[in-house]
């Protein structure tokens, strides 16, 4: 098995699923911001980094579609902190 990612629009989430486990962002989309208010990892991937690849990707779709993020979520927060390189994003 692989790791996917994905927009789960319909339940305004991003995704990203590793090894048949999920790890998702909880997001509203409001004027030109992405808010982000919450990100949560299956029990099993938690400490190994999944939840960092999920926002390395959520990072990535905010760039390529020219969205702001505000992270209400704490872990959002703290791993954006820690990310100097995408300061630039922060709303």
């Known amino acids: 098995m692989g790791t996917t990612f994905q927009d789960a629009a319909a339940r305004s989430r991003f995704e990203l699923e590793e090894d048949g486990k999920l790890v998702f962002a909880d997001y509203r989309r409001r004027d030109g911001m992405l808010v982000i208010t919450h990100v949560e990892a299956d029990p099993a991937l938690r400490g190994r980094g ?17 969205l702001k993020l505000r992270p209400f979520c704490s872990y959002a927060a703290a791993w954006l902190r820690r990310h100097r390189e995408h300061q630039d994003l922060l709303a």
């Open 50 to 66: 999944a939840a960092g690849r999920l926002m390395e990707e959520l990072t990535r779709v905010a760039r390529r579609d020219g």
